[in-house]
């Protein structure tokens, strides 16, 4: 079988690796063993980094492709979404900290919805620096809250990073909900 040339690319390879390393990370996580948790959060920061290395990767090989443009979206809202359900699982999410989680895995949805809306409109919003932001933001959060699981001292570090996660979030949702706004209007013949 002949692999498609777009997944012969290492920078596609990378996020998809990430994808793949979402079950075996929330797995990790949710069998409750300290041990496979160091494995996790060792996993966790390999996947946050390909996060940040197939993008730089393919602008610098340039290897940019379509594939890449639609699955890098995906891995990162799996990655987050996913470990966001393990954590209110696992109870490492309780009481207000529910909050912003929900917030986010709503917003994460929500603009998927309207990016698919846009899509079929052939409009593409550009991504912007602060949505950026609110990825890196995010995933810092999620590592402090891996990390609460297993050092004394970081619970308090990863509540208020997931507060801050969860107000970009929110924040850079409704900007996008604005910038999309017109086109609820235009009429389709």
């Known amino acids: 079988m002949d692999i498609p040339a777009p997944l012969r690319q ?3 390879q990378l996020t998809v690796a990430r994808i793949v390393a979402v079950p075996v990370l929330c ?3 949710g069998m409750g063993n300290e041990w ?4 996790a959060l060792v996993l966790y920061v390999v996947a946050a980094v390909t996060d940040w290395l197939d993008g730089f ?3 610098r090989m340039n290897m940019s492709s379509d594939l890449g ?5 995906i891995a990162d809202k799996l990655l987050v979404g996913c470990l966001i359900v393990t954590f209110a699982w696992t109870r490492d999410f309780s009481g207000l900290d529910l909050v912003p989680a929900i917030a986010i895995l709503f917003r994460e949805i929500f ?8 899509g079929n409109r052939s409009v593409s919003v550009p991504v ?5 932001w609110k990825t890196t933001v995010q995933l ?3 590592f402090f809250v891996i990390l609460a699981g297993l050092w004394v001292g970081t619970g308090l570090i990863a509540s208020l990073l997931l507060w801050l996660a969860g107000i970009l979030t929110v924040w850079t949702g409704w900007q996008y909900f604005l910038s999309v706004w017109p086109y609820f209007s235009a009429r389709t013949e």
């Open 10 to 12: 290492l920078p596609n």
């Open 27 to 29: 797995l990790f996580i």
């Open 36 to 39: 496979l948790r160091w494995l």
């Open 57 to 59: 990767l393919a602008r």
């Open 69 to 73: 443009k639609m699955l890098d979206p």
């Open 111 to 118: 603009i998927a919805g309207l990016r698919e809306f846009m």
């Open 128 to 132: 912007s620096f602060l949505a950026k």
């Open 140 to 142: 810092v959060a999620l």
